[in-house]
T-cell receptor, first 113, second 114 residues
Framework: DAGVTQSPTHLIKTRGQQVTLRCSPK?????VSWYQQALGQGPQFIFQYYEEEERQRGNFPDRFSGHQFPNYSSELNVNALLLGDSALYLC????????????FGDGTRLSIL | GNSVTQMEGPVTLSEEAFLTINCTYT??????LFWYVQYPGEGLQLLLKATKADDKGSNKGFEATYRKETTSFHLEKGSVQVSDSAVYFC?????????????FGKGTSLLVTP
């Protein structure tokens, strides 16, 4: 049973560029959340998708956007990249409306030059 | 708002020592509380959870009790091993539904030496 998978594992971009990160949730999960983890910090919630709609959003600018597909997989898009966007981006999935905790992928390490 | 505060690291212990990592929280309503662990180069793994006051979560020798009166969820282990070396995160969701957005503390790095 595959867990949460994310791609790519590492990515290097320059300031001003745009990036798309991908996530496939754990089998049986239909809710996907994205988190940003800066070096030495705890993860910060970006947003959550359920039924292809953004259900919750954290305190992140509109440069951060997402999408969820009918197969529950999800993308995180970041426009106009800044140096401060360098971080580990984590995807987590869970079944909606349950008391089951979120399962995390290994993340995508994004470096901005 | 909701927030989690955990003790600063790094924490360095000898193998078989007793571990305590303090965690306190601020939240309205009835949050669920979690401890996640992150090994180098990996994502987060759920270590244990508690969804209501006085619940005790436990896993792999680790324990934490949900104390509403002190708004705390301290992580303990009686005898640590070298393989326990990792970063530990305390977190909460603002409702008993564990699928809601997680608020994390800053993490506590643990190094266990032989």
């Amino acid at each position: 049973d595959a867990g949460v998978t994310q791609s790519p594992t590492h990515l290097i971009k320059t300031r001003g560029q745009q990036v798309t990160l991908r996530c496939s949730p754990k089998s049986g999960h239909d809710t996907v959340s994205w988190y940003q983890q800066a070096l030495g910090q705890g993860p910060q919630f970006i947003f959550q998708y359920y039924e292809e709609e953004e259900r919750q959003r954290g305190n992140f600018p509109d440069r951060f956007s997402g999408h969820q597909f009918p197969n529950y997989s999800s993308e995180l898009n970041v426009n106009a990249l800044l140096l401060g966007d360098s971080a580990l981006y984590l995807c987590a999935s869970s079944p909606v409306g349950s008391n089951q905790p979120q399962h995390f992928g290994d993340g995508t390490r994004l470096s901005i030059l | 708002g909701n927030s989690v505060t955990q003790m600063e690291g790094p924490v360095t212990l000898s193998e078989e020592a007793f571990l305590t990592i303090n965690c306190t929280y601020t939240a309205t309503g009835y949050p669920s509380l979690f401890w996640y662990v992150q090994y180098p180069g990996e994502g987060l793994q759920l270590l244990l959870k508690a969804t209501k006051a006085d619940d005790k979560g436990s896993n792999k020798g680790f324990e934490a009790t949900y104390r509403k009166e002190t708004t705390s969820f301290h992580l303990e282990k009686g005898s640590v091993q070298v393989s326990d070396s990792a970063v530990y995160f305390c977190a909460l969701t603002p409702s008993p539904n564990s699928g809601y957005a997680l608020n994390f503390g800053k993490g506590t790095s643990l190094l266990v030496t032989p």
